[in-house]
């Protein structure tokens, strides 16, 4: 299902504390009214499989770059085989946005498994997830940045 955010809506960051994985905490962070600070650089983690939809993944990956914060990285986890159009459009946006790191796991190894490599993966201790349906409003990452700063 597409999930189309016309409004702010609560969203999920996930910070890491000493990179590791027994101490990562996830937090909903409400989207409103926000302080105009100096912003943490940040990641954002997407997973991915073979029955994802092609249209979606590219309106998540489109919501994601035009944000008004773009993320520092964004890590997309390939969970499992995908289908060449999935591969495609992950291809496409990785060489139009250089910060994009792909992790491919030969075997579908289930969300969970495949959000903790991927939180693994990421440089920053801020982690925005997103699904791969997901299409975030425009300033999101700076409406929930600003809130964890304030």
Known sequence: MLATHQQPLNQKFIIKYHQSM???????????????MKLPPFSVLLCVYEEDS???LRQALESVINQTVPP?????VEDGPLTGSLRAIISRFQREYEELTRISLSVNQGLGAALEIGVRTCTYDLVARMDSDDISVHDRFEQQLNHILS
């Open 54 to 56: 092609p249209d979606h």
């Open 72 to 76: 520092d990285e964004i890590v997309i």
């Open 22 to 36: 027994s101490q990562v905490a996830s937090y909903d962070i409400p989207c409103g009214n926000y302080l105009q």
